[in-house]
């Protein structure tokens, strides 16, 4: 029987390949072949929640700077910097690549820092101004902001997961095999670094 | 490893020299050659009654022992670390979880009625917590978590909110889901706290607070009558008698028995009779534990963070 399927035409001589293909192929799947780009894929759509947030951010602060303004206009060099960092934040380019690439991410995650720094300045300096801070529009301004805020740190502690399970699943068995083959442009993603997370906005009391 | 040669070891296992040559003990390189003298240096002599490791080889049972102490150390240091880092949430055992209790049980059972009938409307879900402590850190992240813990919302919608109250700490919360971010908006939230929660809790008047607080969610997520309608228009059943709550957990009980209908059948064909046993001493030990209370549970929602918070 072994000679006959050895001398059978070449159409059918690939058959026991085939088979065979179609048999491995299904166990690779549960071999993790499929584990690195469903949690690269998990990472980016994490990633994606972050920029969202950050951009819901970077909406609310014109509306805030005019209410502001409206009654603190003595606080121009305040007022001016938290623009300044607005501006400078949107500028700095996202692309995918910055996920791969050290610098960039660092440049971003300055650039966010830089602006929260800002903004906590700015809600610091308006605790003097009592005026203000019964003005309605000023308290849904502050809610919504710090809703942000925490939406930012939910979102980057999501993201960090994320990675983390991108990352380990790069160096780890079996992970690691499929990842020095088959997969060898996925590379470690980058992550916040710790002493952001810790950061919280500034509590205001009334 | 020297030091453990100091320690008493007890009579290791008979080796298989004793037994006839079966299948048994046919172990590949265990396998005890014709002559019966032992071939590594941990088989003993059957007439060797004290265990000594021989002097230029560490004896296996020392090593492997200190293996297995190794081992469970770590498993151990593992689960304390675990336990240590995770926060432990309340369960969910109703609409009102008053773990703090400062609802009598007249505010509880109007509340549940209020909640049920939210949920009946507009299947949104608002789950009333008071919590005895925070356990180390803020409300903003307890909250999220134990939202995401408790899946409180429909799948998919995520229109699920919780009211947390946390009196030792002075604190209170609204968590709002992904779904309902749009409706409860964070300043919205934040005016509900101010206006409607706070005074009353300076006032020591708890069960006030959390029911007009209560009241006030409830009024802005039902407010706009077009939208509440189109979302009721949204349910699958529109049977009035039967919430779809019941139906789909008919729905769930009958798959779970196809599945394990399907798993023991599986299990019977691969593995006979020992998988039946297994299975039916599980199944006794999960039927009695599985019993649910008041049939309320989260629909598989899950948080990001919105809503607001506010202390007095």
């Given at each position: 029987?072994?000679?006959?399927?050895?001398s059978?035409?070449s159409?059918?001589?690939?058959?026991?390949a085939?088979?065979?293909?179609?048999?491995?192929?299904?166990?690779?799947?549960?071999?993790?072949?499929?584990?690195?780009?469903?949690?690269?894929?998990?990472?980016?759509?994490?990633?994606?929640?972050?920029?969202?947030q950050?951009?819901?951010?970077?909406?609310l602060?014109?509306?805030?700077v005019?209410?502001?303004?409206g009654?603190?206009?003595?606080?121009?060099?305040?007022?001016?910097?938290?623009?300044?960092?607005?501006?400078?934040?949107?500028?700095v380019?996202?692309t995918?690549?910055?996920?791969?690439?050290?610098?960039?991410?660092?440049?971003?995650?300055?650039?966010?820092?830089?602006?929260?720094?800002?903004?906590?300045?700015?809600?610091?300096?308006?605790?003097?101004?009592?005026d203000l801070?019964?003005?309605?529009?000023?308290?849904?301004?502050?809610?919504?902001?710090?809703?942000?805020?925490?939406?930012?740190?939910?979102?980057?502690?999501d993201?960090?997961?994320?990675?983390?399970?991108?990352?380990?699943?790069?160096?780890?068995?079996p992970?690691?095999?499929w990842?020095?083959?088959?997969?060898?442009?996925?590379k470690?993603?980058?992550?916040?670094?710790v002493?952001d997370?810790?950061?919280?906005?500034?509590?205001?009391?009334f | 490893m020297?030091?453990?040669?100091?320690?008493?070891?007890?009579?290791?296992?008979?080796?298989?020299?004793?037994?006839?040559?079966?299948?048994?003990?046919?172990?590949?390189?265990?396998?005890?050659?014709?002559s019966?003298?032992?071939?590594?240096?941990?088989?003993?002599?059957?007439?060797e009654?004290?265990?000594?490791p021989?002097?230029?080889?560490?004896?296996l049972?020392?090593?492997?022992?200190?293996g297995v102490?190794?081992?469970?150390?770590?498993?151990?240091?593992?689960?304390?670390?675990?336990?240590?880092?995770?926060?432990?949430?309340p369960?969910?055992?109703?609409?009102?979880?008053?773990?703090?209790?400062?609802?009598?049980?007249?505010?509880?059972?109007?509340?549940?009625e209020?909640?049920?009938?939210?949920?009946?409307?507009?299947?949104?879900?608002?789950?009333v917590?008071?919590?005895?402590?925070l356990?180390?850190?803020?409300?903003?992240d307890?909250?999220?978590?134990?939202?995401?813990?408790?899946?409180?919302?429909?799948?998919g919608?995520?229109?699920?909110?919780?009211?947390?109250?946390?009196?030792?700490?002075?604190?209170v919360?609204?968590?709002?889901?992904?779904?309902?971010?749009?409706?409860?908006?964070?300043?919205?939230?934040?005016?509900?706290?101010?206006?409607?929660?706070?005074?009353?809790?300076?006032?020591?008047d708890?069960?006030?607070?959390?029911?007009?607080?209560?009241?006030?969610?409830?009024?802005?997520?039902?407010?706009?009558?077009?939208e509440?309608?189109q979302?009721?228009?949204?349910?699958?059943?529109?049977v009035?008698?039967?919430?779809?709550?019941?139906?789909?957990?008919?729905?769930?009980?009958?798959?779970?028995m196809?599945?394990?209908?399907g798993?023991?059948?599986?299990?019977?064909?691969?593995?006979?009779?020992?998988?039946?046993q297994?299975?039916?001493?599980?199944?006794?030990a999960?039927?009695?534990?599985?019993?649910?209370?008041?049939?309320?549970?989260?629909?598989?929602?899950?948080?990001?963070?919105?809503?607001?918070?506010?202390?007095?």
């Open positions: 029987m072994l000679a006959q399927r050895l059978a035409p159409a059918f001589r690939n058959l026991p085939f088979l065979m293909m179609a048999i491995v192929l299904p166990l690779l799947a549960g071999c993790g072949y499929n584990t690195i780009p469903t949690a690269e894929e998990n990472a980016r759509a994490a990633w994606s929640e972050v920029l969202n950050y951009q819901r951010r970077a909406d602060i014109p509306n805030l005019e209410t502001v303004k009654y603190a206009a003595h606080e121009k060099d305040t007022l001016d910097a938290v623009v300044e960092a607005r501006a400078k934040a949107t500028q380019t996202v995918p690549e910055t996920l791969k690439d050290p610098e960039a991410f660092k440049k971003f995650q300055d650039s966010q820092a830089g602006l929260t720094s800002a903004l906590s300045r700015l809600l610091a300096v308006s605790e003097r101004y009592p801070k019964a003005n309605q529009n000023f308290l849904a301004l502050q809610s919504q902001l710090e809703g942000t805020e925490n939406r930012i740190a939910v979102a980057r502690r993201y960090i997961e994320a990675v983390r399970a991108y990352n380990t699943e790069l160096r780890t068995f992970g690691v095999i990842a020095s083959t088959l997969y060898r442009s996925a470690p993603m980058e992550t916040f670094t002493a997370e810790v950061k919280k906005p500034p509590a205001v009391k | 020297r030091g453990l040669g100091s320690i008493e070891r007890p009579k290791p296992l008979t080796p298989p020299l004793s037994q006839p040559k079966s299948d048994i003990s046919d172990f590949g390189q265990f396998k005890v050659p014709n019966g003298k032992p071939e590594f240096g941990w088989e003993r002599e059957p007439t009654s004290v265990a000594r021989a002097a230029n080889s560490p004896s049972p020392s090593r492997r022992r200190s102490c190794l081992a469970l150390v770590v498993v151990l240091t593992f689960f304390l670390a675990l336990s240590a880092a995770a926060l432990t949430f369960t969910l055992s109703g609409r009102v979880v008053d773990e703090a209790n400062i609802l009598d049980a007249g505010t509880r059972t109007a509340l549940t209020k909640l049920a009938g939210l949920e009946a409307k507009t299947t949104d879900q608002l789950v917590v008071t919590l005895k402590s356990q180390g850190t803020s409300i903003e307890f909250g999220y978590q134990l939202g995401r813990y408790w899946r409180v919302g429909q799948k919608k995520n229109n699920g909110a919780l009211l947390i109250v946390v009196p030792g700490e002075r604190r919360r609204i968590e709002v889901g992904y779904g309902l971010e749009a409706t409860l908006t964070d300043a919205v939230s934040r005016l509900i706290i101010e206006n409607a929660i706070i005074p009353r809790f300076r006032a020591n708890f069960p006030g607070g959390v029911t007009r607080g209560v009241d006030d969610i409830i009024s802005v997520l039902t407010g706009d009558a077009e509440w309608k979302r009721a228009a949204k349910r699958p059943d529109t009035s008698q039967s919430p779809s709550t019941q139906s789909d957990s008919i729905w769930s009980v009958i798959v779970l196809l599945i394990v209908v798993v023991v059948v599986l299990c019977a064909m691969l593995l006979g009779a020992l998988c039946l297994i299975l039916s001493i599980l199944a006794l999960g039927g009695r534990g599985s019993s649910s209370s008041g049939g309320f549970s989260g629909g598989g929602g899950s948080f990001g963070g919105g809503g607001a918070s506010g202390r007095w």
